[in-house]
């Protein structure tokens, strides 16, 4: 079955260190991801997409098909990022509907 | 701007009760969401639906149902509300995908306490 992994419930990291969160799939086919992202206090919202290939709020995600691995990375962490971080995998198969796989969500703490 | 509405911030309700919860989009997307998002778990798919009547199950459909009865209104009901369903009720739209999915758009989230 389609799954996503995020192997961290929680990572601290103190402000101008290297972030990495990572996200895991399984999924044979050839995968559309997505990294989601929600603030304290706001609503779930899309960060990045794989296929866009951009760099939104300083982060990016490359896509490994040999490691099944979409880790989400920034060079130097600020106190803003802290946040929970959704990996998600557009469900094979489903058509035209855009439902997707959610992981369990990493905290990532940016400590001052 | 994409605007999806819920009808509660947080809701408290007693063991055994009927449960409506409301979600509203202003951008005339097709299909709309309900998620639960509990710690640990991330975000689990209760219903889906992607037109007006239309619905289908997600992973976990059992002790919920959904009515959409107009293309901007998607319901959540908890027929007979447990204490297990205790949880944060997302709800989300998106167009229709085409070619790859489309961005889905989030409310802000129903607390729901079954006492």
């Known amino acids: 079955a389609q799954r996503v992994t995020q192997p961290e419930k929680l990572l601290s990291v103190f402000k101008g260190a290297p972030v990495e969160l990572k996200c895991n799939y399984s999924?044979?086919?050839?995968?559309?991801l997505f990294w989601y992202v929600q603030y304290s206090r706001q609503r779930l919202q899309l960060l990045l997409r794989?296929?866009s290939r951009e760099s939104i709020k300083g982060f990016t995600a490359d896509l490994n098909k040999g490691e099944t691995s979409f880790h989400l990375k920034k060079p130097f962490a600020q106190e803003e990022d802290s946040a929970m971080y959704y990996c998600a995998l557009s469900r094979p198969g489903s058509g035209n509907t855009g439902k997707l796989i959610f992981g369990q969500g990493t905290t990532l703490q940016v400590k001052p | 701007d994409v605007k999806v509405t819920q009808s509660s911030r947080y809701l408290v309700k007693r063991t055994g009760e009927k449960v409506f919860l409301e979600c509203v989009q202003d951008?005339?997307?097709?299909?709309m969401f309900w998620y639960r998002q509990d710690p640990g778990l991330g975000l689990r798919l209760i219903y889906f639906s992607y037109d007006v009547k239309m619905k289908e199950k997600g992973d976990i459909p059992e002790g919920y149902s959904v009515s959409r009865e107009k293309k901007e209104r998607f319901s959540l009901i908890l027929e007979s509300a447990s204490t297990n369903q205790t949880s944060m009720y997302l709800c989300?739209?998106?167009?229709?995908?085409?070619?790859?999915?489309?961005?889905?758009?989030f409310g802000p989230g129903t607390r729901l306490t079954v006492t």
């Open positions: 794989h296929i």
């Open positions: 951008m005339d997307h097709e299909n």
């Open positions: 989300a739209s998106s167009l229709i995908a085409g070619g790859s999915t489309y961005e889905q758009y």
């Open positions: 999924y044979s086919g050839s995968p559309e």
